[in-house]
């Protein structure tokens, strides 16, 4: 079954220190997500991005955030300097259509900002 | 601002009896309603989903009722199995653009053997 691979799996930096997150979306799929899930809180909706540029964000994608499909297959999150409160899971999600149910997540990486 | 609310966060069933989770929302534009089920290292996996226009879908053992009045809905898994333990997630939208997922903080549900 197709599957959404995120890279690395736990990521540690130190405050202000830029990272980059790098998912490989699903091959046909035209939608992507980032996610992040601070420890015991919701999954939060972070942005999303089709036909290579973002069609939607949320207060969380400030100017510290920045996403990118620089080849065709890999989509990257990056956070210029993190800050503590970065520290979560951050999940890639990617969709065929616009209909939901084809949300395919990965894995995940959680990041720990030190 | 919680659109969407699961109250319980966690919940302990006996294994072969009937799981409830429970979901409530506050946006009345959202027509499109999902289940997630987590693991633990993994990410979130879609599960059954409704749409506005019905109040239930039922796959195998998986049930989603919707009660649009309430802006409630539920996911009752019946009979429940060990490998059902996991994080449930409750998610919305509206349907009609690429609109997000608005997803709830998710019921630890414990089937014990």
């Known amino acids: 079954e197709p599957e959404v691979t995120q890279t690395p799996s736990h990521q540690v930096t130190q405050m202000g220190q830029e990272v980059i997150l790098r998912c490989v979306p699903i091959?046909?799929?035209?939608?992507f997500y980032w996610y992040r899930q601070i420890l015991g809180q919701k999954v939060e909706f972070l942005v999303s991005?089709?036909?290579?540029?973002?069609?939607?964000k949320s207060e969380i994608f400030d100017d510290q955030f920045s996403v990118e499909r620089p080849d065709g297959s890999n989509f990257t999150l990056k956070i210029r300097s993190t800050k503590l409160e970065d520290s979560a899971m951050y999940f890639c999600?990617?969709?065929?259509?616009?209909?939901?149910?084809?949300?395919?997540f990965g894995s995940g990486t959680r990041l720990t900002v030190v | 601002d919680q659109q969407v609310k699961q109250n319980s966060p966690s919940l302990s069933v006996q294994e072969g009896r009937i799981s409830i989770l429970n979901c409530d929302y506050t946006n009345s534009m959202f027509d499109y309603f999902l289940w997630y089920k987590k693991y633990p290292a993994e990410g979130p996996t879609f599960l059954i989903s409704i749409s506005s226009i019905k109040d239930k879908n039922e796959d195998g053992r998986f049930t989603v009722f919707l009660n649009k009045s309430a802006k409630h809905l539920s996911l009752h898994i019946v009979p429940s199995q060990p490998g059902d333990s996991a994080v449930y997630f409750c998610a919305a939208n509206v349907n009609s653009g690429n609109t997000p997922l608005v997803f709830g903080k998710g019921t630890r549900l414990s089937v014990i053997a």
């Open positions: 091959s046909n799929h035209l939608y």
């Open positions: 999600a990617s969709s065929e259509a616009l209909r939901l149910a084809g949300y395919t």
């Open positions: 991005f089709y036909n290579n540029e973002i069609s939607e």
